[in-house]
């Protein structure tokens, strides 16, 4: 039988509540205005962090900018330059992102989809400025706004 927790559950009510707002923030920009792309995949993903564990060093704003920015730059990479197949471009991706993330000390796990993302989209650089430069920054932005100022919460770190 699973026991009630009441601190669990009021954790993972704020999280999933400030995750849609701020995942319908980036998709009403994305499809009720004619701005551009604001949203990806792992973007979703990031949310489980940047509201559920505000703490973990994987949240933070370095992390969550250049983690996705580096990922998705290895992802256009292969597509535009390496000319192998599909899954060998996607793994190799993979690895080089995350090798990446680890050696410049911005890890962020849910930038490791990027690369599949942005190999199975086939996308140009112009991916690195819509959405993930710009989504980035909006969700650093609401982070910030939301577990410094409604939440109260220490973040960013410092």
């Known amino acids: 039988m699973i026991k009630f927790n009441k601190e669990i559950f009021r954790k993972a009510l704020i999280a999933g509540f400030?995750?849609?707002?701020t995942i319908g923030v980036l998709?009403?920009?994305t499809y009720?205005?004619?701005?551009g792309l604001f949203l990806?995949?792992?973007f979703g993903s990031s949310m489980v962090l940047l509201?559920?564990?505000p703490e973990s060093p994987f949240a933070q704003p370095k992390n969550v900018f250049f983690g996705h920015l580096v990922t998705a730059f290895v992802?256009?990479?292969f597509v535009s330059l390496i000319s192998l197949p599909i899954y060998i471009n996607i793994a190799l991706a993979v690895g080089v992102g995350i090798f990446l993330m680890i050696l410049l000390n911005v890890v962020h796990p849910p930038a490791g989809g990027n690369p599949i993302i942005v190999i199975v989209g086939s996308v140009s650089y112009d991916y690195l400025l819509l959405p993930?430069?710009?989504g980035c920054l909006i969700i650093i932005i609401l982070a910030i706004l939301?577990?410094?100022?409604?939440l109260k919460k220490n973040y960013p770190l410092k």
């Open 18 to 21: 400030f995750s849609t707002f």
């Open 27 to 29: 998709a009403s920009l």
């Open 32 to 35: 009720k205005s004619t701005l």
């Open 40 to 42: 990806t995949g792992s």
């Open 51 to 53: 509201f559920g564990f």
């Open 75 to 77: 992802g256009v990479f």
């Open 132 to 134: 993930i430069i710009s």
């Open 146 to 150: 939301i577990n410094k100022f409604i």
